[in-house]
């Protein structure tokens, strides 16, 4: 039985000790099948992370990302790996112990499919309403710490698109151009726990929402079936669902987290509504905080053409 081989890509940037975590499941594994590898992609300091791991970790390959967000150094990783499969995971995942050697088993029997969606399941609980967690326990999501990819299929999609420059919104843009190429598969015991993160302020809200229109931009409104009724669908459902959630388990911290939100989604409802007038509609809601934040005010003033749009730099 020949199985492909595998390029297990994480990205991190000074969390030595969530990366710890997440390697030490993957380790005796990797350690016992020489058709796998681990490659680390760092977007604080290489250095510190490599005599950090050292010892008996000595077999992960620590380089150094681009620092230009997680899209970015998701593609560094993966340009400087060797393997048929790609496994992208993040440090702060806990892995399943076979994970690996369930998706080599399903793309060895698979040659059909191009990208295996794993499992997703949270751990711990949400203490607020900023809190939140990337869950997938049933499919259809493909979020970028848990899924494997074939490198051919990657290249052909030009990898992740490195203009959102932050961790939202660069999963969803990879599964929206990959769905048009090669059916994904979820398997469900391709599992990782991930636990709650604490996203708060206006400023983790404006990334979210910056990064969606850049999405909407690059694919157009058509092609994508966001409308003005969407985005006040999902702020009512926030506002009911998730705060409902909330109140019933008596986790209220951060309450403003729910406002944000909820305007948040009525200013892109706006936008999409007048989406002619989308570059200065978002610089007025949304004036840049960063170099993230100007980075996609740039792209969005940009008049290229719909083939150049879509094609990731």
Known sequence: MILPTVAIVIPTRNR???????????????SSHPECSITVSDDGDASVT???LGGEMGIVQVIQGPRRGPAANRNCGAAHSTGELLVFLDDDCIPEENLIEIYQDAARKSPEIGVFEGRISATGKAKGFADGCPGNETGGYLWSCNFAIRRELFNRIHGFDDRFPFAAVEDYDLHFRVKQLSPVLFLRDARVWHGYERRAGWKAVKHLILSDLLFLHIHGLEATHKTPLY?????VR?????GSRCLRAGTVKDPGQLVFRFWAYLQESFI???WRYRVSLARLFYPPCCPGCESIHSVLAAHDSPAEMRKPT
């Open 16 to 30: 030595t000790g969530f990366l710890k975590r997440c390697l030490s499941k993957l380790l005796p594994y990797v």
């Open 272 to 274: 999409i509504l007048f």
């Open 231 to 235: 985005c006040i669908r999902m702020a």
């Open 238 to 242: 926030d506002l009911l669902v998730n």
């Open 50 to 52: 490599r005599e950090a």
